[in-house]
């Protein structure tokens, strides 16, 4: 099971620091995606970490703001948000991608409870 937490609200230019915590099993396996949903739009996939950090993914939208990062002794995988902007408000998830690294088709197969991240103006 994956447990998404951290969220919460914060004035836009804000920051954030989301962790993503695994339990039953360990996830030093799997690469890890971040993802979010806002209302009414399709889930977005964010970065991808893959197992031993070797390389990681970032989407055009949050590059240079948000940062993956994962702690494997700690089981937890941490997305760093900065610069948080209105538009950044949804539920993020984190999910294992079904592999140990990160291709650009990257998906979720097992999901995490979301957190919600509400950045006002």
């Known amino acids: 099971q994956l447990q998404a937490s951290g969220g919460g609200l914060v004035q836009a230019g804000g920051s954030l620091r989301l962790s993503c915590v695994a339990s039953?099993?360990?996830?030093?396996?799997?690469?890890i995606g971040w993802f979010r949903q806002a209302p009414g739009k399709p889930r977005e996939g964010l970065s991808c970490?893959?197992?031993?950090?070797?390389?990681?993914i970032t989407a055009n939208s949050v590059r240079g703001r948000f940062i993956a990062s994962r702690d494997n002794a700690k089981n937890t995988v941490y997305l760093q948000m900065n610069v948080l902007k209105p538009e950044d408000t949804a539920v993020y998830y984190c999910?294992?991608?079904?592999?140990?690294?990160?291709?650009?088709?990257?998906?979720?197969?097992?999901w995490g409870q979301g957190t919600q991240v509400t950045v006002s103006s």
């Open positions: 999910a294992t991608t079904g592999s140990s690294w990160c291709y650009h088709n990257y998906w979720g197969d097992h």
């Open positions: 039953g099993f360990t996830l030093d396996h799997y690469a």
């Open positions: 970490i893959s197992s031993g950090s070797e390389g990681t």
